[in-house]
C-alpha cells in the first residue's frame, strides 16, 4: 500500500485542498491520502484556530464520498507539541509494511532546514511529494547540502495555480461576501447552516 500524509489544519477545507490531494493520489499511484487534522500546528502558534470539533466536522464532510480520501486521528490522538516527524512515526507503528509518503507544498520544502529535527524526519519517511506550482524552484543542492538524502526521497507532483485559501475564506466568511463555489456543497451547509466563522 502507497499511504500518503496529507496534514493540515483545514480551517476550513477547501476545493484547493481536495484538488491537491487528488493530484498527489494520481502523480504519485497513493492507495489512499490520509488526511490528518492538526489540532495546534506548533508554527502556528498565538493564531485563532476554530475549534477541534467544527474541524473535524468539515473534514469528514469535505472527504465523504471519496473512496482514496480518509480522516487520520493519529495528531488528535496523543498530546502536542505536533510535529511532523511524530506523525510518520505512530503512522508507521500501525502499518509499517506501507509505504508512507508525506505531502508537504514547495514552500514547506524551502522551509524544511527549520523543522523539528529534519534529518530524522526525512530518514521516516519512505517519500516526500511535493506540490509544486507552475513556475516554483527550489534551491535542491543547497537543501542536499544541509539534509544529505533529501533529493533521493523527494517526488514532485505538479499543481495547478490554486488561489484559494483557508484564510482567505474566512476573511470574506466575516465581512459576508460569497464563498460558496470555493467549498463543496456539504462543507458550504455545514458553514451556512451553522453560521460558522461569521464576524
Known amino acids: 500500500m502507497r499511504l500518503g500524509i496529507f496534514g493540515g489544519t483545514f480551517d476550513p477545507p477547501h476545493l484547493g485542498h481536495q484538488i491537491l490531494a487528488m493530484e498527489c493520489a494520481w502523480q504519485l499511484k497513493l492507495d489512499r491520502v490520509l488526511w490528518v487534522l492538526t489540532p495546534y500546528p506548533p508554527h502556528k502558534t498565538g493564531q485563532q484556530i476554530t475549534s477541534l470539533e467544527n474541524r473535524l466536522e468539515l473534514v469528514r464532510a469535505a472527504i465523504q464520498g471519496e473512496p482514496c480520501f480518509e ?3 493519529v495528531d488528535i490522538d496523543r498530546p502536542g507539541p505536533y510535529y511532523a516527524l511524530d506523525t510518520v512515526k505512530l503512522l508507521r507503528q500501525k502499518d509499517p509494511a506501507a509505504t508512507w509518503i508525506y505531502l ?6 524551502n522551509d524544511l532546514p527549520e523543522w523539528h529535527n529534519p534529518g530524522e524526519f526525512i530518514r521516516a519517511c519512505d517519500e516526500i511529494g511535493v ?3 507552475p513556475g516554483e524552484n527550489h534551491r535542491l543542492e543547497t537543501l542536499e547540502d544541509l539534509l544529505p538524502g ?3 526521497r523527494l ?5 495547478p495555480m490554486l488561489e484559494i485559501s483557508s484564510s482567505e475564506i474566512r476573511r470574506r466568511l466575516k465581512v459576508g461576501l460569497p464563498v460558496r463555489y470555493y467549498l463543496v456543497p456539504q462543507v458550504y451547509a455545514l458553514i451556512h447552516d451553522r453560521n460558522w466563522y461569521r464576524g
Open 104 to 109: 508537504m507544498g514547495g514552500d514547506s520544502l
Open 150 to 152: 533529501l533529493q533521493a
Open 155 to 159: 517526488r514532485f507532483v505538479e499543481t
Open 71 to 73: 480522516l487520520s486521528t
Open 131 to 133: 506540490m509544486r506550482r
